[in-house]
């Protein structure tokens, strides 16, 4: 591995931890909303009183959760792929492929999400936007942000994925993933 190589997989490396720290900080999003899950159902059906914030509670932070965590999903692999053919290709045919689909149709549409995000965010928070159809009408800018940041953490972590691709098209192999940094609590 040339220098050259050896800089392109460290700088990927560095990149990949924004992904991981992001993942396994938006991870804890699943403590509130199981906690707010929770507390309607005993509510609802225990005391038979149910509440008006927990549904809307539940789908921002899962929606929050859902999109904040792509960025981490694509780093550890995690996406849904076909790889009917791809699986038998050799690591340079598989990343000129991956190379071509992120140039081609993943970045830029990710960077579409990015603005169109942006606009649906700072529409929110300068009309003060609330959610219509609930009685307890939260603000929506929080569940809003979450878009572009999204978007700008899957732009990130898909110039690691390009890095790592060009690592592979020059060497015929891919860089072995490190190993995961412990989650600081």
């Known amino acids: 591995m040339s220098s050259r190589d050896s800089d392109l997989v460290r700088l990927a490396r560095r990149i990949d931890l924004i992904a991981i720290g992001s993942g396994q900080l938006v991870a804890w999003l699943i403590v509130p909303m199981v906690l707010s899950l929770t ?10 009183a149910p509440t008006q914030w ?12 859902f999109m904040l965590g792509a960025a981490f999903t ?5 996406h849904v792929r076909t790889d009917s053919f791809y699986a038998e290709w050799s690591p340079r045919r598989q990343a000129v492929t991956d190379l071509i689909g992120y140039l081609v149709m993943f970045l830029p549409f990710v960077g579409v999400f990015v603005f169109t995000g942006w606009g649906y965010f700072w529409k929110a928070y300068t009309t003060g936007e609330t959610f219509v159809s609930s009685s307890w009408q939260p603000i929506t800018w929080p569940f809003k942000l979450s878009m572009p940041l999204a978007g700008m953490l899957l732009l990130i972590q898909g110039f690691s994925e390009c890095l790592k691709c060009v690592y592979a098209i020059r060497t015929g192999e891919w860089a072995e993933r490190g190993p995961m940094p412990e989650v600081v609590v």
């Open 39 to 48: 507390y309607e159902v005993v509510a609802r059906y225990a005391f038979n």
């Open 74 to 78: 694509l780093q550890r692999k995690g």
């Open 54 to 65: 927990a549904y809307d509670m539940t789908f921002m932070l899962y929606g929050s959760f």
